[in-house]
């Protein structure tokens, strides 16, 4: 599966990615790496990118990492995610890099670095649980 084919993927499927113009950089073997560039629309007072926003993209980059171990189709879900901001990553654009960690046959578990682009220490550490889906459960 190829990175353009891929990113329309994360775009229909989270609308939000679409809205937010996020970049898939990279996607393969588990891992993957996505871009929000910057918006002032997703700053919080005092002019840096607001958590919900840092919260989603990492959400984002673990589905993107999930889908390269799956020929693009995977229907699980969050099931957990827990985030530690580590320091204010400023009005720039932001990275995420995502590695799934374990994939199970029902609980997928996986992390997320952020940093902001140009930036080389961690803005925030992300830990996430993914659930699959049974159909007609």
């Not at 891929?6 to 950089?25: F, S």
Request: net charge positive; aromatic share 4%.
């Amino acid at each position: 599966m190829n990175l353009t084919t891929l990113q329309t993927t994360l775009h229909t499927g989270v609308p939000l990615a679409a809205a937010w113009n996020v970049e898939l950089l990279a996607a393969a073997h588990g891992t993957a790496t996505l871009r929000l560039p910057p918006s002032p629309g997703l700053l919080r007072p005092g002019g840096t990118v607001s958590g919900p926003a840092l919260m989603g993209l990492a959400d984002m980059a673990m589905w993107c990492a999930l889908l390269s171990l799956s020929n693009g189709v995977d229907e699980s879900l969050t099931a957990n995610l827990a985030i530690t901001f580590l320091r204010p990553p400023g009005a720039r654009a932001i990275l995420a890099e995502a590695r799934v960690i374990k994939r199970g046959r029902t609980l997928s578990y996986g992390e997320v670095h952020l940093r902001a682009e140009g930036a080389d220490a961690p803005c925030a550490h992300v830990t996430t649980t993914w659930a699959g889906v049974t159909r007609g459960a």
